[in-house]
């Protein structure tokens, strides 16, 4: 095999005085890229005499030798080719450019880009533009509005996933200013803080009638994906469409893409210059809002193929220790395999991802779908339903929470009928209400038939 260099590989015979070079300019690059110890600059590969000792070496010298930390955006491997073992060291885009190589500094004898084959130096411009933009965007560079911050909560979830915590555990996850506060990251993973993620739920998209309102937050941002991922479980629910063949069962949004979705809302919001992230509910769609536009230097273009830039690295990093995040970079294509581009809205203030309801459950009626409603409920097939009737259930189908005014407005019925109707339904077994009457919700269960 014969290997070429380019602007995302870097060919090295054995390791040299030159590595932490290529590895800064990668990091400082867009992309990233891989160096292949092991490989003469010809592309012949020629392999390591010793490479436990490289592997070692390598891995110091990017502890030690680069600053800020790197060893995250750092994979190393091995890989035998022709006989011969060649160290492949993977380096990811960095998120806290520039880098630089600790003993020369941030200057352009530190600062290296990976321009074609080659690392060239940085400006001391370039440098000054990347310092500000890191300094502008980081939760860490921000102080907590608070300083009487305790995580509880915090410590319970690392100490759930098997991490042993030690006295440093708050400075290691990058929670205090360089000068020892605690910072604004702090601040959203903190027990007790005032930012809440809300929920709504309208009747149309005019936003005017809102038929549900709930707020996840004032605690440790963990908790609150928690709490906020469990409502969203009890929302997206199941239909089945049934068929002269069989039975199709669905989900009304598609989990994955629904849940990486919100994911990237609270990992990519901008918490200190804008509102927190939003979850809108409509009759046919949902709309996840994270606020501050696209990270500085990230197009769409950028954006849609994957390119993780995250706008709030310690966030990201905690959600990596919980792996609640699986890895970077997947959020996005998964909400694309599932919906395609469509579905996002990017603005310079916000962008918007507006999932459609899957499309059978919007057009079907209980004449022939089985709906869950919550956990557990379902209609059967087969009803024999008055017009009446039947609008009423189906408003109750799309939206749980509905009122009978607001029943009443979509179904074209007077708000007197949608009291007598509900009575009725209850009365036969076909509905019941779950909960008080102001916060509570309705459960369609067809034990009984309709008529009209």
């Known amino acids: 095999m014969v290997l070429l260099e380019s602007d995302v590989l870097e060919l090295k015979r ?9 590895v800064v300019a ?7 890229g891989k160096i292949l110890i092991g490989v003469e600059d010809s592309g012949v590969v020629v392999g390591v005499s010793d490479p436990d000792d490289v592997l070692l070496r390598v891995k110091d010298r990017l502890k030690n030798n680069i600053s800020p930390a790197c060893l995250e955006f750092c994979d190393i491997s091995l890989f035998e080719e022709e006989g011969c073992v060649v160290v492949e060291v993977s380096v990811a885009s960095g998120w806290e450019k520039p880098y630089y190589v600790k003993r020369y500094g941030m200057s352009p004898r530190g600062c290296f880009v990976r321009r074609g084959s080659s690392a060239e130096s940085l400006p001391e411009v370039s440098i000054e533009l990347m310092f500000s933009r890191r300094v502008r965007n980081s939760l860490a560079m921000v102080p907590s509005p608070r300083q009487d911050l305790t995580f509880r ?48 739920k309208y009747a149309d998209a005019s936003r005017v009638v809102l038929t ?53 809302a609270l990992l990519h ?31 769409e273009e950028d954006f849609f193929s994957g390119l993780s830039s995250p706008r709030n690295k310690e966030l990201m990093r905690v959600f990596r220790d ?45 004449d022939d779908a089985r709906i869950n409603v919550g956990t557990n409920v379902g209609i059967n097939v087969g009803i024999n339903v008055g017009i ?31 009291e007598r109707i509900l009575s009725q339904l209850k009365e036969k077994g076909v ?13 369609v269960v067809l034990e009984g038939d309709l008529h009209e």
Not at 26 to 32: E, V
Not at 176 to 185: F, I, K
Not at 431 to 443: D, L
Request: aromatic share 8%; with cysteine.
């Open 14 to 22: 054995e390791l040299t005085e030159s590595f932490e070079r290529g």
């Open 26 to 32: 990668f990091l400082n690059s867009k992309t990233g």
């Open 153 to 200: 909560q915090l410590k319970i979830y690392y100490e759930e996933k098997g991490h042993v915590l030690n006295a440093q555990f708050l400075r290691s996850l990058g929670l205090m200013t360089p000068e020892g506060e605690y910072n604004y990251a702090a601040f959203l993973l903190a027990d007790e803080n005032d930012v809440s993620i809300k929920m709504g």
């Open 212 to 264: 549900g309102n709930e707020e996840y937050g004032y605690c440790c941002l963990v908790k609150a994906f928690d709490r906020l991922s469990d409502r969203l479980l009890v929302e997206n629910t199941t239909f089945a469409m049934i068929t002269p063949k069989r039975r199709v069962e669905r989900k009304l949004l598609e989990p994955a893409a629904l849940r990486e979705a919100v994911l990237n």
């Open 269 to 299: 919001n901008d918490y200190v210059n804008s509102s927190p992230p939003k979850v809108e509910f409509f009759s046919d769609h949902v709309e996840i809002t994270s606020m501050g536009g696209l990270p500085f230097g990230v197009t």
């Open 322 to 366: 919980l792996n609640i995040v699986e890895h970077l970079g997947s959020g996005v294509p998964r909400i694309l395999e599932a919906y395609g581009k469509e579905v996002f809205v990017i603005s310079e203030n916000f962008v918007r991802v507006v999932l459609p309801f899957a499309r059978e459950a919007e057009a079907g009626s209980v």
């Open 388 to 418: 009446n009737e039947r609008q009423v259930l189906e408003e109750i189908l799309k939206n749980p929470l509905a009122t009978a005014k607001n029943i009443s407005q979509n179904a074209g019925i007077t708000d007197r009928q949608v």
């Open 431 to 443: 509905i019941r209400r779950v909960g008080s009457k102001k916060t509570g919700h309705w459960e």
